[in-house]
Structure formats: C-alpha cells, structure tokens
C-alpha cells in the first residue's frame, strides 16, 4: 500500500508541475498573443521537458492523454488567473472582453506552438524507458526544471494583480479650473493632480482631454509620453498644469440664463498595461464665468 501511495503522490507532483509550467507559459503569452523567437524557444523547451514527462509516464497513452488533460487546465487557469483581478477590480464586462482576448492568444499558442513540439518528443521520452533505467534521477530532473516556472507564476501573478489594483486605485482631481482673455483669446487654464492608491506604478503614454461647452465639443486635445512614460509611483500625487485656447463663439452661444458656462471635461488616460495601452476615463463638470482678463 505504502508503495502505491508513495507513487500516486509522486504522479500527482509531476501532473501538479507540469500544469504549472505550462500554465506559465501560457500566463505570458495570453497577454498579446504575439509569435516571436522568444516564444518558439520557449516552446521547444517545454517539448523538451514533455520528453520527461513522457519518460515518467511510461506509457504512450497516459502520456498523450495526460498531456491534453493538462493543456485543457493549463489554458483554463492561466485565463481564470487574468480575468479574476478584472472582475474584482474594473467591472464584469472589461472581464468578458478580457477573458475572450487571453483565451484567443492562450489556444493559439498551446496548439500551434508547444504541441508540434511536445507531441513529437512525447514519444522518445516513452521510448527512453526501454533503454534507460533511472526513474528517480529522472523525477529529481523534472521537479528541477519546473520549480522556477511554477514558482515565477506565483511571481507573475501577484505583479499583474497588483497592476490592475494600481489602476483601479488611479484617481484625478481638478484643483483649478477658469477660462480667461489674453489679447481677446480664450483660453481654458486648468490644474490637476494624478494620484495613485495602488501598490504598483503606472505609466501614462497619452492624455486625452475632451472640453465641452455644454452638449457642444469645444477643444480636443492630446498630450503625448510614448517616448517617456508618465510615471505615477504609489501614494504619489502628481501636479499637472494645462492651458489650451478654446473658441470665444462656443463660449458665448453656450452661456446659460445666469451668465455661467457649463464645463465637462473628459480625461482619457491612456495607460501602458499587459495587454497594451489600455484607457481609463475620467469625468469633470463644472460652472464657469468666463472670460475674465
């Protein structure tokens, strides 16, 4: 009894970490789905793993089977793991939008990049059994080769949780807000701060800012960091000033009966992300006299 206790729990560890491995994996790739070199390699060494697994499975059938049943969950928790701080933390349809994106890029590089790989060196792992008799060097290899990427996923998970928490946690506030002459131009002049109540950084690429005069779009304008980043640390709060010249005639055809003008400002923060530069908006109204000198 103790001897087949001793290998179920055995075959449990190896299907344990090569799920983990291979979700790894796919934890990375799910992100962007893009092929490059570095994924084909990465690819390849995980076949060459397979030929371990193969060789402690001893058998062709439970290994082809055990290798299926491990992509299915693979895929499935490396999906689960980046929807989950979606859903908690931005809203349940940014996770649909989310999880259909990753599961994409997650199927299209388990089944056109690792499995020609493992699929074929599967079988010389099983075939090694004939002619090679060291199955306890051969668990001692596979538990060293899977420990780091199965301990990286916990790595990479909490970073990645972390991230989405960081922008969940983004805040801005208008400190200031007129509009004013100079040389019979107006312009808008405000100041506002960024906050960030996370526990990452955050880098800001671009900043749109759409001005309304009531219904009517006034000004659209843009800040550009693709170059540098816009680093917002955590518990950092950043002081930003802008002045932008917007049209005298929507001023006036837009002034309500006490003379004030209603101003929306919509900021669109664009934010450098695993999935790419993903947007966070922003909302600001206000009352107005304007055009003082």
């Known amino acids: ?29 799910a992100f962007t789905g893009r092929m490059n070199v570095h994924s084909l390699i990465l690819a390849f060494l995980f076949g060459l793993l397979s030929i371990v697994y193969g060789y402690l499975m001893g058998d062709i059938r439970d290994a082809i089977i055990g290798y299926l049943a491990s992509l299915a969950l693979a895929t499935a928790v490396s999906v689960l793991l980046i929807r989950r701080p979606i859903e908690i933390y931005i809203s349940e349809v940014s996770a649909e939008l989310v999880t259909m994106h990753s599961l994409r890029n997650a199927l299209i590089y388990a089944l056109f990049a690792i499995t020609p790989f493992s699929i074929v060196l599967i079988p010389i792992g099983v075939y090694l059994t004939t002619v090679v008799d060291s199955n306890t060097m051969m668990y001692v290899l596979f538990i060293s080769l899977t420990l780091v990427p199965s301990s ?14 960081s922008i969940r946690r983004l805040e801005v506030h208008v400190e200031d807000i007129s509009i004013g002459l100079v040389s019979n131009r107006a312009f808008l002049n405000m100041t506002y701060t960024i906050s960030n109540g996370g526990i990452r950084e955050v880098r800001i690429v671009l900043i749109n800012y ?33 002045s932008v010249e917007v049209p005298k005639f929507k001023i006036e055809r837009n002034l309500i009966a006490s003379g004030k003008l209603r101003v929306s400002i919509i900021f669109e923060i664009y934010l450098k992300t695993p999935f790419g530069n993903t947007p966070v908006t922003f909302h600001y109204t206000t009352l107005l006299s304007p055009l003082q000198a």
């Open 1 to 29: 009894m103790s001897v087949k206790l001793s290998r179920l729990i055995k075959r449990c560890l190896v299907e344990l970490l090569y799920i983990t491995t291979l979700a790894y994996m796919l934890f990375q790739q």
């Open 152 to 165: 990286m996923l916990i790595v990479s998970y909490n970073r990645y949780c972390g991230s989405i928490y």
């Open 210 to 242: 759409k001005i309304y005069f009531g219904q009517e779009i006034a000004r659209d304008v843009s800040e550009n960091f693709y170059a540098l980043p816009l680093v917002i640390r955590p518990h950092v709060i950043v002081t930003r000033y802008m």
